[in-house]
Structure formats: C-alpha cells, structure tokens
C-alpha cells in the first residue's frame, strides 16, 4: 500500500483506535496527525480538524 495525503489510518493507542490523517507524503518523509472530533447539535462525533501538536514524522 503507497501511503497518499488525506488517507485515513487506525492506530492503537493503549486500548483506543485513534484515526490519523496522512497530512504528508513523499520519496523522503511522512508525516500523520490525529484528526479531532466535536459533536453537532445532536450530539453525533464531526471532524472539525488535526491536532497538529501531536503529528508523527517518519523519515524514509
């Protein structure tokens, strides 16, 4: 699998699947940020965004 920007990836954290957004990818470096979550006026989860505080950089 080639690793795209704005793909998707599930990642255990403890216990949790954390959903990660690949916000870069090229030949050298790929970097994933967890996507945050609100909830709407009936209270269902929406994404509102990255936390790009705690983006993961992989050097290739």
Do not use: R, S, T, W
């Not at 957004?21 to 790929?30: E, S």
């Amino acid at each position: 699998m080639k690793l795209q920007q704005n793909m998707i990836l599930n990642l255990v954290e403890n216990e949790n699947l954390i959903p990660y957004q690949c916000i870069h990818a090229d030949d050298k470096k790929i970097v994933f940020a967890p996507l945050i979550f609100g909830l709407n006026k009936d209270g269902e989860p929406v994404e509102i965004g990255i936390d790009e505080d705690k983006k993961i950089e992989f050097l290739i």
